[in-house]
């Protein structure tokens, strides 16, 4: 078993409602839109799910220790001004979209979301995560703790108009935590903080983010019409 597949089996099984969690439940052969795809995301995606057509944008290649080209079926690169357009090309055209880590970023991240949600075909799912409204009280770690952490984030994105946002766009609500905090994960960061405050580092496994409930996770699915 490569590394890959058994972090993801630990993931899953600390982190119930996880990004690896997502990817699992894509239908077989179905066709993946991953936007916002840095951290390796192409490669994992493809890696574990090797019978998916899978389709990455981004305006650049973001923290990418393997080439999106050779694991991605297509691969995207996106001015940030025209981000949504480029979504928007796609209408109904997609089993699942993953937007982890994204919208927070966008320079519109409501037409963004919009887009994403149109890509979807009738039936298809997404999985959402960004920091929670909350984080801009939270302290600063290597890694992002505090929203500010990070100088490239420019939506503190409202948990509650968000989910209406969905509804309102035919969306029906799977899962959603305003600050997930799944508690293996939180145990870890709760025995790792005195460690973690002294260094600024994170604890291992998530174990900070559950701590705090640095994230927002969302998994959604279109209504059938």
């Known amino acids: 078993m490569s590394v890959l597949k058994i972090k993801s089996a630990i993931g899953k099984l600390i982190n119930p409602k996880n990004k690896y969690y997502f990817i699992d439940s894509i239908i077989k052969d179905g066709k993946v839109f991953d936007i916002g795809c840095g951290n390796d995301s192409p490669y994992q995606v493809k890696t574990l799910r090797p019978d998916v057509y899978y389709v990455g944008l981004d305006i650049g290649s973001y923290n990418q220790s393997y080439s999106p080209d050779k694991y991605a079926d297509r691969?995207?690169?996106?001015?940030?001004?025209?981000?949504?357009?480029?979504?928007?090309?796609?209408?109904?055209?997609?089993?699942?979209?993953?937007?982890?880590?994204?919208?927070?970023?966008?320079?519109?991240?409501?037409?963004?979301?919009?887009?994403?949600?149109?890509?979807?075909?009738?039936?298809?799912?997404?999985?959402?995560?960004?920091?929670?409204?909350?984080?801009?009280r939270f302290p600063s770690r290597k890694g992002s703790l505090n929203f500010y952490d990070d100088d490239t984030h420019k939506n503190l994105i409202q948990y509650s108009s968000f989910i209406t946002l969905l509804k309102e766009n035919g969306m029906d609500i799977l899962f959603a935590k305003k600050r997930n905090k799944p508690f293996i994960p939180f145990l870890i960061g709760l025995i790792f903080e005195p460690f973690s405050r002294l260094t600024k580092r994170q604890a291992p496994?998530?174990?900070?983010?559950?701590?705090?409930?640095?994230?927002?996770?969302?998994?959604?699915?279109?209504?059938?019409?």
């Open 75 to 136: 691969f995207i690169l996106a001015e940030a001004k025209t981000f949504h357009s480029e979504i928007a090309k796609y209408s109904n055209t997609f089993d699942a979209v993953i937007s982890a880590h994204n919208l927070e970023h966008c320079n519109d991240y409501q037409k963004v979301t919009l887009a994403m949600l149109d890509s979807l075909k009738n039936g298809g799912t997404i999985y959402i995560s960004f920091p929670c409204e909350e984080s801009v």
């Open 205 to 225: 496994l998530g174990g900070t983010w559950a701590l705090y409930g640095f994230e927002t996770v969302i998994i959604a699915r279109k209504k059938e019409r």
